[in-house]
């Protein structure tokens, strides 16, 4: 069926096939990557947008020798099915099978582990440095969007470069994206670099110039005009790279494997300092659907080839979309709310709220250091500062967050999405660690809501506080219960259930899953109480002294790592109390979770309903008959 793509299994085969071969093969690429992505979900439109790139890169370079390197990674497939993993490209994401993500596990084409942004930059400088200093000798590529460009680690990077007296090859793969439209400064710049407004408007001013010399100042244009194209590559087009240190090609058509091919051999020549090659794509190209909608088709899951539809069946509203609806509902009411986004204004829910408000959200680009200590100023000077951020992401400030938040007890709001297991993503981007990092900090109180009210609920009441509040909650779906929900309560946590066997402590959105536990350890005749903690910190303290008074064991149950998370805690106050207490930790035991659907990750990590009963069961048998 892919009849070029048949006949390449590693990089050496491309070398065997002439231009046209390479655009049969590239539409092949396009059609079986939109075949594997519309079953497994992914990353689709990066790729499609680098299929020609990353062949160009692979007949001038030769991998695994020369080291190449992808910023973030979302967009590798195409690498990956050139590197040895044609086959394997059909297990994509799942369970066992290969990772969204350049991973040197499992190919030693993949010489750098990506997923999150811009670091792509700083690890190929340090590669070249080590080869350097080994006194070895090959290319070291880096390929970066325009969007990753924009991120703090990138710009460290890019000026260090200038003084390591190094070569690297930056690819800056500019597609005019992010997620979203690209924002900033920056992104502008390579605006007028694309369409040569800064040549221009260079053009104009010689001109004038010149005009002002009497007699000979027209011939003067003339001749300068005549060496335009010196103008134009050596003093005008992209002087901010050149003067970073850095020769600049470009802008290319990144659609073009021979320009390519032709410029890449060209940035090999250049041993001592680092070049920059400008190539220009386009994002979802080939594929119509995704063109036309790059940001729905950024990350998908499983969809109809023909129409673009989602097969994602969907009972209710996620998380993201809970938050979106209830901030811009309390932003009707409070003219304070302002909301910030590190360049995920869709993944977050936070279109909404930008759509009715404009003014007042703020989209700072791939930036979660700089959002953070933005939030901080505007909390400053006296709105309310809600950031909305993935669990993951939120790593990259954590100095921020307690340097310019906490010390200083400013009210700004962490809605983090992403908390706990995100699936196919993988081990870059599962949140379970937030917990361990955040309630260690001074000043700040952090919530965790059982269901998509409860989260409406903590968004509305955290509003109220004086300080920094953090709200986790999942990916996906929000859950539902018929029960009515109560008010939330600083530091109050809630029983569900009453049971005399044990004690299950669940947070967020493992309370689903301890409704079920207790309901089949119900039909072994073991009663458990239940308690919703709502509040990771401050603990309820008044609640555990209560459950501790029952000397019955207590489980807790958190979708975060077992290190420092909400287990933990309770273990830490019952210590600092003094309290004999029988308590099991259920977290996740492992801080690196591979990649597939929740579920089967949940039961990998011994976590899902079955494994947690069984647990249980065992340990209350064991304790009844006194072999504690
Ligand atoms: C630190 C961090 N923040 C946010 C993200 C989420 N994210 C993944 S890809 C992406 C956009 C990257 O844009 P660009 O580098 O231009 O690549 P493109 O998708 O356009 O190919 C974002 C924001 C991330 N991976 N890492
Ligand atoms: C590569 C990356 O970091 C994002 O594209 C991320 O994969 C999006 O995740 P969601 O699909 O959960 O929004
Ligand atoms: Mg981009």
């Given at each position: 069926m892919y009849k070029f793509l048949e006949k390449i299994n590693n990089p050496e085969d491309l070398k065997n096939l002439n231009h046209d071969e390479l655009d049969y093969l590239s539409q092949d690429i396009r059609d079986y990557i939109i075949e594997v992505v519309s079953k497994?979900?992914?990353?689709?439109a990066s790729n499609l947008g680098v299929v020609e790139l990353t062949l160009a890169l692979h007949r001038v370079f030769n991998s695994p020798k020369d080291k190449i390197i992808w910023d973030?990674?979302?967009?590798?497939y195409v690498h990956k099915i050139i590197t040895d993993r044609k086959e394997s490209f059909?297990?994509?994401?799942?369970?066992g099978g290969i990772s969204g993500f350049p991973k040197a596990s499992e190919s030693p084409h993949d010489v750098f582990d990506t997923?999150?942004?811009?670091t792509s930059i700083s690890a190929a400088l340090g590669m070249a440095k080590a080869r350097d200093l080994k006194g070895e000798d090959y290319s070291i590529v880096a390929v970066i969007g325009d969007g990753s460009l924009g991120g703090g680690l990138a710009l460290e990077a890019l000026n260090n470069a200038a003084n390591l007296n190094t070569n690297i090859i930056l690819i800056l793969n500019d597609n005019e994206m992010s997620i979203s439209k690209n924002v900033g400064g920056l992104s502008t710049y390579l605006g007028r670099l694309r369409t040569g407004k800064i040549y221009f408007k260079f053009k104009r001013e010689m001109e004038f110039i010149f005009n002002k010399i009497p007699v000979v100042g027209k011939s003067l244009y003339k001749a300068a005009y005549k060496c335009r194209d010196w103008f134009k590559y050596l003093?005008?087009?992209g002087i901010m790279f050149e003067e970073l240190g850095f020769k600049y090609l470009g802008p290319i058509d990144g659609h073009n494997i021979k320009t390519m091919e032709r410029i890449l051999s060209n940035a090999k020549s250049y041993k001592k300092h680092p070049v920059l090659i400008h190539v220009v794509t386009k994002k979802g190209n080939g594929y119509r659907i995704a063109e036309d909608k790059p940001e729905k088709y950024h990350s998908v899951g499983p969809f109809l080839v023909e129409t673009g539809e989602s097969l994602t069946k969907s009972n209710g509203r996620s998380y993201s979309s809970v938050f979106g609806d209830k901030i811009a509902e309390l932003a009707k009411k409070d003219e304070k709310i302002v909301a910030i986004t590190a360049a995920m204004p869709e993944g977050t829910g936070l279109n909404k709220f930008a759509e009715e408000f404009k003014d007042r959200v703020f989209d700072v680009g791939i930036a979660e250091q700089h959002a953070v200590t933005f939030s901080a100023g505007l909390a400053k000077g006296g709105f309310k500062p809600i950031f909305a951020v993935y669990s993951t992401f939120l790593q990259r400030a954590y100095d921020q967050v307690l340097h310019d938040i906490c010390l200083q007890n400013l009210s700004v709001i962490f809605a983090i999405d992403r908390a706990g297991l995100v699936g196919q993503d993988g081990e870059t981007h599962q949140g379970i660690f937030d917990i361990s990092y955040l309630r260690s900090l001074p000043n700040i109180t952090l919530m965790s809501p059982k269901s998509g009210k409860e989260l409406e609920n903590m968004l509305e009441y955290a509003l109220k506080l004086e300080g920094p509040v953090a709200i986790r909650y999942p990916r996906g779906e929000a859950a539902e219960y018929s029960f009515e929900e109560k008010p939330v309560n600083y530091g109050k946590g809630e029983i569900l259930l009453n049971g005399d066997d044990g004690i299950i402590i669940a947070e967020g959105t493992m309370v689903k899953r301890a409704i079920q536990v207790c309901e089949a350890l119900n039909k072994q005749n073991i009663n458990m109480t239940l308690v919703n903690i709502r509040f990771i910190k401050p603990l309820d303290e008044h609640l555990l002294d209560e459950m501790a008074s029952k000397a019955i064991p207590i489980y807790t149950l958190e979708?975060?790592?077992?290190?420092?998370?909400f287990g933990s805690s309770i273990l830490e106050y019952y210590s600092s109390k003094e309290k004999d207490v029988a308590l099991k930790i259920f977290a996740h035991k492992n801080g690196i979770i591979t990649h597939g659907e929740t579920s089967e990750l949940m039961k990998l990590e011994k976590l899902d309903n079955d494994s947690i009963c069984e647990a249980i069961i065992s340990d209350i048998r064991v304790r009844k008959n006194g072999e504690r």
């Amino acid at each position: 069926m892919y009849k070029f793509l048949e006949k390449i299994n590693n990089p050496e085969d491309l070398k065997n096939l002439n231009h046209d071969e390479l655009d049969y093969l590239s539409q092949d690429i396009r059609d079986y990557i939109i075949e594997v992505v519309s079953k497994n979900g992914g990353h689709l439109a990066s790729n499609l947008g680098v299929v020609e790139l990353t062949l160009a890169l692979h007949r001038v370079f030769n991998s695994p020798k020369d080291k190449i390197i992808w910023d973030v990674g979302h967009q590798s497939y195409v690498h990956k099915i050139i590197t040895d993993r044609k086959e394997s490209f059909k297990t994509l994401r799942t369970l066992g099978g290969i990772s969204g993500f350049p991973k040197a596990s499992e190919s030693p084409h993949d010489v750098f582990d990506t997923g999150h942004s811009s670091t792509s930059i700083s690890a190929a400088l340090g590669m070249a440095k080590a080869r350097d200093l080994k006194g070895e000798d090959y290319s070291i590529v880096a390929v970066i969007g325009d969007g990753s460009l924009g991120g703090g680690l990138a710009l460290e990077a890019l000026n260090n470069a200038a003084n390591l007296n190094t070569n690297i090859i930056l690819i800056l793969n500019d597609n005019e994206m992010s997620i979203s439209k690209n924002v900033g400064g920056l992104s502008t710049y390579l605006g007028r670099l694309r369409t040569g407004k800064i040549y221009f408007k260079f053009k104009r001013e010689m001109e004038f110039i010149f005009n002002k010399i009497p007699v000979v100042g027209k011939s003067l244009y003339k001749a300068a005009y005549k060496c335009r194209d010196w103008f134009k590559y050596l003093v005008v087009k992209g002087i901010m790279f050149e003067e970073l240190g850095f020769k600049y090609l470009g802008p290319i058509d990144g659609h073009n494997i021979k320009t390519m091919e032709r410029i890449l051999s060209n940035a090999k020549s250049y041993k001592k300092h680092p070049v920059l090659i400008h190539v220009v794509t386009k994002k979802g190209n080939g594929y119509r659907i995704a063109e036309d909608k790059p940001e729905k088709y950024h990350s998908v899951g499983p969809f109809l080839v023909e129409t673009g539809e989602s097969l994602t069946k969907s009972n209710g509203r996620s998380y993201s979309s809970v938050f979106g609806d209830k901030i811009a509902e309390l932003a009707k009411k409070d003219e304070k709310i302002v909301a910030i986004t590190a360049a995920m204004p869709e993944g977050t829910g936070l279109n909404k709220f930008a759509e009715e408000f404009k003014d007042r959200v703020f989209d700072v680009g791939i930036a979660e250091q700089h959002a953070v200590t933005f939030s901080a100023g505007l909390a400053k000077g006296g709105f309310k500062p809600i950031f909305a951020v993935y669990s993951t992401f939120l790593q990259r400030a954590y100095d921020q967050v307690l340097h310019d938040i906490c010390l200083q007890n400013l009210s700004v709001i962490f809605a983090i999405d992403r908390a706990g297991l995100v699936g196919q993503d993988g081990e870059t981007h599962q949140g379970i660690f937030d917990i361990s990092y955040l309630r260690s900090l001074p000043n700040i109180t952090l919530m965790s809501p059982k269901s998509g009210k409860e989260l409406e609920n903590m968004l509305e009441y955290a509003l109220k506080l004086e300080g920094p509040v953090a709200i986790r909650y999942p990916r996906g779906e929000a859950a539902e219960y018929s029960f009515e929900e109560k008010p939330v309560n600083y530091g109050k946590g809630e029983i569900l259930l009453n049971g005399d066997d044990g004690i299950i402590i669940a947070e967020g959105t493992m309370v689903k899953r301890a409704i079920q536990v207790c309901e089949a350890l119900n039909k072994q005749n073991i009663n458990m109480t239940l308690v919703n903690i709502r509040f990771i910190k401050p603990l309820d303290e008044h609640l555990l002294d209560e459950m501790a008074s029952k000397a019955i064991p207590i489980y807790t149950l958190e979708d975060n790592i077992f290190e420092g998370g909400f287990g933990s805690s309770i273990l830490e106050y019952y210590s600092s109390k003094e309290k004999d207490v029988a308590l099991k930790i259920f977290a996740h035991k492992n801080g690196i979770i591979t990649h597939g659907e929740t579920s089967e990750l949940m039961k990998l990590e011994k976590l899902d309903n079955d494994s947690i009963c069984e647990a249980i069961i065992s340990d209350i048998r064991v304790r009844k008959n006194g072999e504690r």
